[in-house]
């Protein structure tokens, strides 16, 4: 391997690193969130025509799920101070697990997606939430039942496995709230978010 080859083969994952992009500094209002990241919005406005998920609803889910961190993942399990693997499969913005995000491609054919890039993470869980309401009967605009659909899985909401678990009832108001609050955000400033970029060099 010569001196250039060399070069690019170590600089390559520094290269992916860099390209990463950092969790939002405002997660709490969804205006900051996509002022700061406008090509997530982009890809959010593709998601609710797509699937006719409001955008609240998954981004409040996100935040609860990775803190819009693009490489999370579960804790790792240790046999006294040896790592066996990590608590589950979830990874990335949607923490999605190797099954369902299999399911997900197979279904979409959308199979070069990446768990850790977010227009495929926002994408899966409008896909997502979506088959919670075909199979569960459960509205795209229900964040309470949608989050507890997708921590149980389909199955698990059907035999009502979350009445079980109070830790998990109160996350999912905690992400139903956030997504109200998201909802009335995004009215006060989705007209700009929408215009184009030549208005907004003029006009802001």
């Known amino acids: 391997m010569n001196l250039f080859k060399k ?64 490489d999370a993942a579960p804790p790792m ?22 099954a369902t995000w299999d399911d997900y491609q197979r279904e979409t054919g959308n199979n070069w997606s990446d768990r850790d890039d977010f227009d495929d993470a926002i994408d899966f869980m409008g896909w997502f939430t979506s088959k919670t309401n075909k199979i569960n009967g459960i509205s795209k605009w229900d964040a309470y039942g949608q989050y507890l659909n997708y921590h149980e899985g389909w199955t698990g909401y059907k035999k009502k496995s979350y009445n079980k678990k109070p830790w998990l009832l109160k996350v999912s108001r905690k992400v139903d709230t956030r997504a109200r609050q998201y909802a009335t955000q995004l009215k006060g400033c989705e007209e700009n978010l929408d215009s184009s970029w030549l208005w907004r060099l003029f006009y802001t």
């Open 77 to 98: 399990e240790y046999f006294w101070f040896i790592p066996i693997g990590r608590v589950s499969s979830a990874y990335g913005y949607a923490q999605a697990q190797d």
């Open 7 to 70: 070069i690019l083969v170590l600089s390559f994952p520094l290269s992916l690193i860099a390209c990463a992009t950092p969790p939002p500094e405002n997660p709490e209002n969804i205006c900051d969130i996509f002022f700061e990241n406008r090509d997530w919005y982009s890809a959010s406005k593709e998601m609710n025509q797509r699937w006719g998920t409001p955008i609240h609803v998954p981004m409040a889910m996100m935040y609860q799920e990775s803190s819009f961190i693009h």
